[in-house]
Each structure stands twice: as structure tokens, then as C-alpha cells.
């Protein structure tokens, strides 16, 4: 099944230990103001490139299997995960663009993220 190109910024709900150990992360940060956090994020993609903010919220973790409905595709791809990776209690923002063609790798320089996130010790 093809979907959209779209930007998706992942974190997890609440500190889980098991994230920096299984994916070799030297450093994180608690974000203290999630719905700030996102809107700086979705003012510079919107200001880039026209991107909608079209979902923020926990991901649901259940099989990838699901029975056709006759009438479209089914749960997009990106709003769940296998059960497997409920240990991560994922929480996504999802952008869309006007032209998804457009869409590639970026890194946003956004200082006035700053405000709203404190480094945390990881225990590795």
C-alpha cells in the first residue's frame, strides 16, 4: 500500500529505560510543553512548505493484519505499530504537504524549542 510522502516526529509518551539502551542513544530530553513543542515544529514546516499538522497523539500498537472493508484502504500505516513495540508507547505528529513530492530528509535549526524541553540523564 502506498501513502503519502509526510514529515512524522516520534517520541515516547514517558521515559522508558529499555529506548537509549536498545537504540544506542547517548542523550534525551523531556519535553515539558508537548502541544508548544509541536506548534514551533508545525510553524516552520507550514512556513517551508505549506505542511498541515494532521495528527498528534499516542499510536496504536496492535497487529498489521486487518480484514478489507471493501471500501478503501484501511488504518494508515503511520498511526499504528506491531504490539511488539508497545514497550516504546510511541506518540507521533504527523505533517502532510501540498505537494508530497517535495517531501525530503530536513534538519530544523529551531532555537525556540529550547523553552520547552529539559536534558535527562540516561542510565545506560
Known amino acids: 500500500i502506498e501513502t503519502p510522502n509526510c514529515f512524522i516526529f516520534c517520541a515516547s509518551s514517558h521515559r522508558v529505560n529499555d529506548v537509549p539502551r536498545i537504540f544506542n542513544y547517548d542523550a534525551g530530553v523531556k519535553i515539558i510543553n508537548p502541544e508548544k513543542f509541536i506548534e514551533v515544529i508545525t510553524k516552520a514546516l507550514k512556513f517551508r512548505f505549506k505542511a498541515r499538522l494532521d495528527f498528534f497523539d499516542k499510536i496504536t ?4 493484519e486487518e480484514e478489507w472493508n471493501t471500501k478503501d484502504f484501511g488504518k494508515n500505516p503511520a498511526l499504528f505499530k506491531d ?3 508497545s514497550y516504546q508507547s510511541e506518540v507521533r505528529a504527523i505533517w502532510t504537504i501540498p505537494n508530497p513530492n517535495l517531501v ?3 534538519i530544523l535549526q529551531l532555537p525556540d524549542l529550547k523553552k520547552f524541553i529539559h536534558p ?4 545506560l
Do not use: T
Open 104 to 106: 525530503e530528509p530536513i
Open 83 to 85: 504490539q511488539s513495540f
Open 61 to 64: 500498537y496492535m497487529s498489521k
Open 120 to 123: 535527562i540523564k540516561l542510565d
